[in-house]
């Protein structure tokens, strides 16, 4: 399904862009961590942490999303219909299918800071080594 508006095609490439990043490092780190698949309406990215036990951890998925109201995102960020500019700022949650524990912005839409961001809290709060 195409999007609707420009704007909503704009969130849709920022999204697509991150997911293909953050694919490749993880194909390239051969971690813990697995990018799914985009679903046709992708407003998210979902990154999983790959070991056996993760249904038993509080951290076993990060979610990643640019939100409309984020500064870097908004239409006075020129996210709108006349500037055409990619939002910015992705917001990162880490947790569970239904429970976000930890939150973390970024500014600048560096995917590898994202995934070090992830690797991070994998050691840290995921009970896992790298």
């Given at each position: 399904m195409a999007p609707h508006t420009i704007v909503e095609a704009?969130?849709?490439?920022?999204t697509v862009a991150l997911h293909d990043a953050l694919s490749d490092l993880a194909a390239a780190s051969k971690g813990p961590l697995t990018v799914r698949t985009l679903s046709e309406h992708h407003d998210a990215v979902l990154v999983d942490i790959n070991d056996q036990h993760r249904h038993l951890r509080h951290i076993n998925r990060f979610q990643l999303a640019y939100a409309k109201e984020t500064i870097g995102n908004r239409d006075a960020d020129g996210v709108n219909a006349s500037d055409r500019r990619q939002p910015t700022t992705v917001t990162a949650y880490a947790g569970t299918l239904?429970?976000?524990?930890?939150?973390a912005t970024f500014e600048n839409r560096d995917?590898?800071?994202?995934?070090?961001?992830?690797?991070?809290?994998?050691?840290?709060?995921?009970g896992l080594t790298i």
């Open positions: 704009l969130f849709d490439q920022a239904h429970q976000k524990r930890y939150a995917p590898l800071e994202v995934y070090e961001w992830m690797l991070r809290t994998v050691v840290t709060t995921g």
